[in-house]
């Protein structure tokens, strides 16, 4: 059975109070859009189509792989019909089944959508609606059904009775057309209260004809959860937390406080990892087995090893952190970082593009700045990469073996050659060779009784200016 996608993205969010279009606002990190788009990549259709309105080039840019993804706009917003409309020019020559879906339903499974389409499929309909019952009092439409439990109609809530409000099944705005259906949208009038076209509609007109159409009530409640308020936005990201939360749980991964934590959609994290109260995962994050991750650490984009331990208030933007390594407390790791193996990088230190070698200790104090440092070096506390002249950046090499001593200022660019010591408060500005030992300090003066007699001067002077107001 060929099928194609056809996503209703045009939505203004004018209900969101913001200028954004709707689709575009993020949820966990990822805009709305891209959730549903990826859910529908899990069916394998021949097509997939999104139906925009304003601002189409951001919206494109918002997927990753629009390669896989055609867009139409919708010129005017005339309602939902006319959306599905404004996609039967992408749609001409396919002969199959269109599944439509709301670009602002983001919790939707893949594995709802398989079903509905099995049902759609196994039971010949021309239409099928996909519903589901609804708790509490909302705006959906009401699905109606005659005595024998066939739909005959929706009915806006808008347009509803009293009675009809008391309907818990309503329309998920989900539903699967085969193509030959496909016409009846011309058959479609203006709603009187809005003056739009309703795709609901298309279910009683399609009856009318003869078809055969269906609805099925499956699927949970919260995954057709629409997103028109900043409200339901916030609500719909506790709920995908949620999700996210127990698919990690049900791989061995042990949250000490789930509910505090947040995790972006394309973040993975391998079993045996113990993630502590308010963590922030964000984006492209992947962390390895066997890892622990204590409080307040935020990692973007990042590459954690396994057995890695990132120390609390710890924040790691595109960088890499390879196996046994420590990080933190309070350190930063700047993007375009590589540390290596069993590396220690402690109290308020901070890396920007550098590389780290194995075994490497950075404990205390230190900015370590476009600089490509060996195996087994101790960094000092103080300890200062000194990369930019007020025009460019350069590199400081350290290489492997070294010892930098406390309160060293490196001044690049500069190479520090194996197996060399720095003497503690040294600038450096010059190579130093293999073995040696580097020192840049002013010598050490000593003078004897200074203190006594810069008191004895003190006294004299407050007792000359006591004396002179006396007069």
Request: a positive charge; charged letters at 25%; proline letters at 2%.
């Amino acid at each position: 059975m060929s099928k194609a996608g056809v996503v209703l993205a045009a939505g203004l969010g004018t209900r969101m109070k913001s200028s954004l279009p709707k689709v575009l606002h993020l949820l966990n990190g990822t805009p709305l859009l891209r959730y549903i788009v990826n859910t529908l990549y899990e069916l394998r259709l021949q097509k997939i189509i999104v139906v925009t309105g304003e601002r189409q080039k951001e919206i494109k840019e918002s997927l990753t792989d629009t390669g896989r993804v055609s867009f139409v706009r919708q010129k005017d917003a005339r309602g939902t019909a006319d959306a599905l409309s404004a996609a039967i020019s992408s749609l001409r020559g396919f002969k199959g089944t269109i599944l439509v879906v709301n670009g602002d339903t983001p919790l939707i499974t893949g594995e709802t959508l398989k079903r509905f389409l099995k049902k759609h499929k196994r039971n010949r309909n021309d239409i099928s609606v996909l519903s589901f019952i609804a708790k509490e009092q909302n705006s959906y439409g009401r699905i109606l059904r005659d005595r024998g439990g066939r739909i005959i109609s929706i009915i806006e809530e808008r347009n509803a009775t009293a009675s009809e409000k008391m309907i818990k099944e309503v329309n998920s705005g989900v539903y699967a057309i085969e193509h030959g259906s496909l016409h009846f949208l011309k058959e479609i009038k203006p709603n009187k209260v809005k003056g739009e076209y309703y795709l609901t509609d298309i279910v009683e007109i399609a009856l009318n004809k003869g078809k055969k159409v269906e609805s099925y009530c499956i699927g949970s409640e919260e995954e057709f959860m629409g997103i028109n308020t900043r409200k339901e936005l916030e609500k719909a990201g506790q709920l995908m937390r949620q999700r996210i939360v127990e698919r990690f749980m049900n791989t061995g991964v042990s949250f000490i406080d789930a509910g505090s934590v947040f995790i972006s959609t394309d973040t993975e994290i391998g079993k045996e990892t113990l993630i502590y109260p308010n963590v922030h995962l964000e984006g492209r994050t992947k962390i390895g087995k066997g890892c622990i991750i204590y409080p307040n650490v935020r990692l973007l984009d990042t590459l954690i090893g396994d057995s890695v331990v990132i120390k609390d208030c710890t924040l790691i933007e595109s960088s890499v952190v390879n196996d046994r390594a420590s990080i933190g407390p309070f350190a930063h790791i700047r993007p375009e970082s590589k540390i290596d193996a069993g590396v220690r990088i402690g109290n308020f230190v901070e890396v920007k593009k550098s590389v780290i070698g194995s075994g490497t200790k950075a404990m205390h104090l230190t900015y370590l700045g476009d600089a490509v440092i060996g195996k087994d070096v101790n960094i000092g506390a103080g300890t200062i990469t000194c990369n930019y002249d007020g025009y460019t950046k350069h590199t400081t090499a350290i290489e492997d073996n070294v010892f930098i001593g406390s309160d060293s200022q490196l001044i690049a660019p500069v190479t520090i050659g194996k197996g060399a010591y720095v003497g503690a408060g040294s600038t450096i500005t010059k190579n130093v060779p293999q073995k040696a030992l580097a020192l840049s300090r002013a010598e050490q003066k000593i003078l004897e009784g200074w203190a006594i007699r810069k008191k004895s001067k003190a006294k004299s002077q407050k007792l000359k200016e006591k004396k002179k107001k006396q007069r």
